[in-house]
């Protein structure tokens, strides 16, 4: 049966040497890129609605810095917007939805000092704030009815609900690859349509008229699946787990089962998603690059060690619980050890498609 990832996926919670926490500064990076469009969608719906209290969404909000950064952003523009406005500032509703697996209690542990922060940056007390925790998955609905005003999610939407079925096909591959059989990238394809369109529709039915969606998807420019720019980083990992195949650490069969539930989009697929389940307008639609590595890899003189730690926090519950934990050290030692000899020749970047859509009415009966 194929991998249903709501019951293995979860980053690397905690705050030690290989959590998500502590190995998510690509994806940080790609929040400056990408903040002009929040701006953009937070102030024309404020200004619009002025709600009493404003319900904030960070959908895919892992554990650790990111999780806060999108809705720090929101509210200081909103109080900002208020204090021009000569407007009393509304109450903020902060729902933070992650998978079960997620590390919610490290989440919760930094709330109160992101408000102290957030109240000192302002300069001022910030209207009353209320966080929540949403432990589901956004392929379903997880709100009720028309109760959202701003949804942000980054990174997140890459992982699909479960691996593509019918793919056993894909020997030496985990993921699309350019050796991959065309029946494989069809299922990843497929498989990409039917959540991304399902999670376009459970967003319709919570958000309300003119609330907005701005989301950040590791992706593609390349309209061909199994371009290099957006499979290259599992294509090393295979590699790792070919290699410990071939030296008998690895068992074959347990190999040509396992693959990845991902889907890297170009912006021509995502905007046909939003275009055929038609409840949103789409404002913007933008692909932005973050190069995979972080100013810390000057330090350790090899740059393979930064993406591997990262693909390591990101990675590493989905592989132990297919390969278990024993082989984990020698299999990123490994991933590192192809990366550096990669990256000493090629750039490594990640591809950001980024989209901003609004709620259109609701139909009137
Ligand atoms: C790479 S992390 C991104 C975290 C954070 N948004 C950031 O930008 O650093 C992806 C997160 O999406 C979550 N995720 C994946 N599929 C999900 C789903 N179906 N429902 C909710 N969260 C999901 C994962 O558990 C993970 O925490």
Redesign the pocket.
């Known amino acids: 049966m194929a991998m249903d ?2 019951h293995v ?3 690397n919670g905690g705050i030690g040497k290989s959590s ?1 926490a502590n190995n ?1 500064s690509l ?2 990076k ?2 400056s890129l990408t903040k002009h469009i929040r701006k953009e969608a937070i102030t024309s719906l404020y200004r619009s609605m002025l709600p009493r209290c404003l319900s904030i969404a ?7 810095p ?2 806060f950064i999108a809705v720090s952003e929101i509210i200081k523009i909103v109080e900002k917007l208020c204090k021009e406005m000569n407007h009393k500032p509304p109450e903020y509703m902060v729902l933070m ?3 079960p ?2 590390d919610f209690n490290n989440l919760f542990k930094s709330i109160s000092s992101f408000k102290e922060k957030l109240s000192n940056e302002l300069e001022s007390q910030i209207g009353p704030c209320y966080f929540y925790g949403v432990p ?4 379903g609905r997880i709100f009720p009815n028309q109760t959202l005003h701003f949804v942000h ?4 939407l890459q ?1 699909l ?1 479960k691996v593509p079925e019918g793919i056993e096909n894909n020997k030496g591959n985990i993921y699309m690859s350019n050796t991959s059989p065309l029946n494989v990238l069809k299922a990843y394809y497929e498989q990409f349509q039917r959540d991304f369109s399902l999670f376009l529709k459970c967003r319709a039915e919570e958000l309300v008229e003119g609330g907005c969606m701005v989301l ?1 998807i590791v992706g593609r420019r390349s309209e061909n699946r199994s371009s290099k720019e957006c499979c290259y980083i599992w294509e090393v990992m295979a590699k790792a787990l070919n290699d410990m195949v071939l030296q008998g650490i690895i068992k074959e069969e347990n190999f040509d089962t396992f693959n990845i539930p991902s889907y890297t989009p170009s912006p021509s697929e995502v905007k046909l998603e939003v275009l055929k389940e038609g409840s949103f307008t789409i404002n913007s639609l933008e692909v932005s690059e973050v190069k995979f590595e972080s100013e810390k890899c000057e330090s350790f003189n090899d740059s393979g060690y930064n993406v591997s730690q990262c693909m390591r926090a ?1 990675a590493e519950p989905i592989l132990v619980n297919h390969f278990g934990k024993a082989i984990m050290e020698e299999l990123f030692y490994r991933y590192q050890e192809i990366l550096n000899d990669h990256m000493s020749k090629e750039k490594t970047n990640v591809i950001n498609v980024t989209i901003l859509l609004t709620k259109k009415p609701y139909e009137r009966f």
Do not use: K, P, R, V
Request: net charge negative; with cysteine.
């Open positions: 990832a709501t996926l979860h980053m998500y998510s994806q940080q790609s929040f960070e959908l895919g909000c892992a554990s650790g990111n999780a939805n992650d998978l697996g997620n589901a998955s956004f392929y999610s980054s990174y997140s992982w609900s950040t990101i």
